[in-house]
């Protein structure tokens, strides 16, 4: 069946390096959307791309949607404390409308 | 505010009992959504409901039932016959037209010992 993949599942980064986590699909996506996690928390929209080759930024945080529409990346540049929790892609399920595909997320943790 | 407010945060449960998650939404959303959480495993979708009195089972719905009696509620009932039911469950709501994201309730952590 469909997949969302995600790597890597944990980063440890120092505050002020840059952190990078892929997302990739078994089948081409209409959309790709993106949440964060902080911790003890819920989940939270933070973006979506739809355009083959987007590239959208939000300050520090730049995403990305592959030409072919399979995969995707976020990228935070110089990490604060802040950005810690867990970021999520999800994409739409092929089978049913509205439903959405999860990866298993890569939890970020920044050492201050 | 609009939002999704989930009760209880926690719950505590001994093997064998059902127990009824509360999931109530003031967005007027159409579509709504359980998802079980595990350490590690990402967001599983248990049942979905697009529209008042219908819904679906997701990919892990063995074990759970639903009901979705008014537009704004939507409890997810965890049987005995769920055979590791301890996790955090999400619930979350998605409007019917125009962008699609998810709006997620605060969890409920479920422990049964």
């Known amino acids: 069946g469909q997949q969302v993949m995600q790597i890597p599942q944990y980063q440890h980064v120092q505050e002020g390096e840059d952190f990078t986590t892929y997302c990739n699909s078994s089948t081409t996506l209409s959309n790709i959307q993106w949440y964060k996690q902080r911790p003890g928390g819920h989940p939270v929209f933070l973006i979506q791309?739809?355009?083959?080759?987007e590239v959208k930024k939000q300050k520090r945080l730049t995403f990305q949607f592959g030409e072919a529409k399979k995969n995707s990346s976020l990228h935070i540049t110089a990490t604060q404390t802040t950005d810690v929790g867990t970021y999520f892609c999800?994409?739409?399920?092929?089978?049913?409308?509205?439903?959405?595909?999860f990866g298993k997320g890569t939890k970020l943790s920044v050492k201050p | 505010d609009g939002g999704i407010t989930q009760s209880p945060k926690y719950l505590f449960r001994k093997e064998g009992q059902n127990v009824t998650l509360s999931c109530e939404q003031n967005?007027?959303?159409?579509?709504m959504y359980w998802y079980r959480q595990d350490p590690g495993q990402g967001l599983r979708l248990i049942y979905y409901?697009?529209?008042?009195?219908?819904?679906q089972k997701g990919d892990i719905a063995e074990g759970y039932s639903v009901s979705r009696e008014k537009k704004e509620s939507f409890p997810l009932t965890v049987t005995s016959a769920q055979k590791n039911p301890t996790a955090f469950y999400l619930c979350a709501s998605m409007a019917g037209t125009g962008f699609r994201s998810l709006h997620f309730g605060n969890g409920t952590r479920l422990t049964v010992t």
């Open positions: 409901s697009q529209i008042v009195n219908d819904f």
């Open positions: 999800a994409g739409p399920s092929g089978g049913s409308q509205g439903n959405l595909i």
């Open positions: 967005l007027n959303h159409d579509a």
């Open positions: 791309l739809v355009k083959s080759g």
